[in-house]
């Protein structure tokens, strides 16, 4: 076994014991502990400035985008952000310990449907080293040991941050970081199935699906963000331009942004017109199918493959559709199960469209951009998941739980 091998599955024993550990603790000694950490965040600036300058650095001699290098930025208002959203993590329900459902049987015994942590989770994430924190503060409310892989091009940002987290007061190991940024500590941890019991990747597609292939161990995930708008034909076509333009430009590159819009044919000659001169206002690239471009005669022409496509750019697809029904059958067909809205006046279109189109998230006359923990008062996000099992859409805190029964009687035996 390779030293990066061994170093790893040390760390796996570790978090396996520290597990146990933290799922004595008590709500409140957990929050002590999470007040702590923005403290320890708050105090190390100076050495998290230090750090992510280093990475900036690295950055830049690599040739990474601007958008790049502002995501794996730092400064004192991005600490303070991330102290912050610890200190609201402290303020949060605690869904361990809950009981989810309690019933008597016959007999006499007493039956309790209990959360508790998960145990022991992987997780594996590009760039932005604000989900070092993050993410450990969310397992660590959960009770859940962790150990982070983060990427090489914030890796020295994400080890002082691991550092200033591990000044606080948590059991031994609670947290862990794994100190190399190779593919094969991504085999390593996904391999590792005796001592993790979870492995979420967050990232792009290219590293999700290598963590998918590895691992050994349940994996919870989204691959793609193909976002739908479908504007009905009994839209008010105001929201719909206001929408559409939130949708696609209040943050182009994040998961829940929109990235094809469907129009009912009826109500197409009236909003497409309105909708596209609102997209040019912000420099959007339209894309269109052949029942638009008769109407936009200056976009460009859409092919099969701009509807599997997931931009991240200010690119949007169009396609006008004979009906809500088909409609729905192209984002069932093309989307990618995240997030999917309908804009229209009539309620009972737009039941059937929240019944029927197979994603997390579906709305109704909201934007695509509130597909997001914080938004759903969550306070914060793991991530997003577009799998059914065991969670679904934005992974606040009670997604980070399993749960077990407690049951208890006075003697029975059966019979």
Excluded at 151 to 169: K, M, R
Excluded at 225 to 242: K, N, P, T, Y
Excluded at 274 to 298: H, M, S, W
Excluded at 388 to 414: C, D, I
Aim: a negative charge.
């Amino acid at each position: 076994m390779s030293s990066i091998h061994e170093t790893i599955h040390r760390m796996g024993r570790q978090a396996r014991a520290a597990a146990y550990r933290l799922a004595q603790l008590s709500s409140d000694e957990k929050n002590t502990i999470l007040r702590a950490m923005a403290t320890a965040i708050r105090d190390a600036t100076p050495e998290l400035l230090e750090a992510n300058s280093r990475d900036l650095a690295a950055g830049v001699e690599k040739g990474l985008s601007p958008a790049m290098l502002d995501r794996l930025k730092l400064d004192e208002k991005r600490i303070e952000s991330m102290a912050a959203g610890i200190d609201q993590v402290a303020t949060l329900p605690d869904p361990v310990g809950q009981v989810m459902e309690k019933w008597s049987r016959p007999n006499g015994i007493e039956i309790e449907q209990v959360r508790v942590p998960i145990g022991t989770i992987g997780i594996i994430y590009e760039s932005r080293p604000n989900v070092t924190a993050d993410a450990a503060v969310l397992c660590f409310k959960t009770g859940n040991a962790t150990i982070l892989r983060g990427g090489s091009e914030a890796i020295h940002s994400n080890v002082a941050i691991a550092q200033a987290l591990a000044t606080a007061g948590a059991p031994e190991h609670a947290i862990q970081l794994i100190p190399f940024t190779d593919r094969d500590s991504v085999a390593a941890l996904a391999g590792m199935d005796q001592w993790l019991d979870l492995i979420i990747p967050r990232g792009g597609k290219g590293l999700i699906e290598t963590v998918v292939s590895l691992a050994r161990m349940p994996v919870i995930k989204h691959y793609d963000g193909i976002c739908h708008l479908f504007v009905d034909e009994a839209a008010d076509i105001d929201m719909a331009v206001s929408l559409t333009v939130n949708a696609k430009t209040q943050k182009c590159g994040v998961c829940n942004a929109l990235e094809t819009l469907l129009v009912h044919r009826d109500i197409a000659p009236n909003a497409l017109p309105q909708i596209a001169a609102a997209l040019c206002e912000k420099n959007v690239e339209l894309r269109g199918c052949e029942r638009t471009r008769a109407i936009l005669t200056d976009v460009k022409p859409a092919t099969d493959e701009d509807w599997y496509t997931e931009y991240l750019d200010l690119i949007l697809s169009i396609k006008i559709v004979d009906s809500s029904e088909e409609a729905i059958s192209h984002i069932n067909q093309y989307g990618s199960h995240h997030t999917d809205t309908i804009v229209t006046a009539d309620t009972a279109t737009a039941e059937r469209f929240l019944r029927s189109v197979d994603s997390a998230c579906v709305f109704h006359n909201i934007s695509n951009r509130f597909a997001d923990g914080g938004e759903f008062g969550f306070g914060a996000e793991i991530g997003i998941s577009t799998d059914k099992l065991h969670a679904r859409g934005p992974m606040g805190l009670r997604e980070l739980t399993s749960y077990q029964y407690r049951v208890r009687g006075n003697g029975q035996v059966r019979g």
